[in-house]
């Protein structure tokens, strides 16, 4: 059975930075893509960031391009979410997902999701 458990999230001032990790265990943790997903109160999830397992292409939502960096150790079956410059608008409960079953990998088609992790950015 697929486990994700994601760390790394706290508390910081805007312009800070943290990195969240999403540790994969169980069977087939690394198929087809893996991604980073928030939500914050009242809103929907939004993709934040994916990436292909195989390739290592990588997809990031409009409001963290060029600030968030994810990326993926295969033989830690773990993920990662290097997040720069963060604003009061990234505050949100981060999770991570795998074991996509298709289509866009900022959609939210996967079998897997972690229990979440909170960033909280103060101005």
């Known amino acids: 059975q697929l486990q994700l458990v994601e760390s790394g999230g ?4 805007a312009g800070g930075s943290l990195r969240l990790s ?3 265990s169980g069977v087939a943790p690394m198929r087809n893509a893996m991604g980073w997903f928030r939500q914050a109160p009242g809103t929907e999830r939004e993709g934040v960031a994916a990436i292909w397992t195989a390739g290592g292409g990588t997809y990031y939502g409009n409001s963290v391009k060029g600030r968030f960096t994810i990326s993926l150790d ?20 981060y999770y991570c997902a795998a074991d996509s079953y298709g289509g866009y990998p900022l959609n939210a088609n996967y079998n897997c999701w ?3 992790t909170q960033v909280t950015v103060s101005s």
């Open 10 to 13: 706290g508390s910081v001032q």
């Open 22 to 24: 999403c540790a994969a």
């Open 74 to 93: 295969k033989a830690q079956n773990t993920m990662y979410l290097q997040m720069n410059d963060l604003k009061p608008e990234d505050t949100a409960m």
């Open 114 to 116: 972690g229990q979440g």
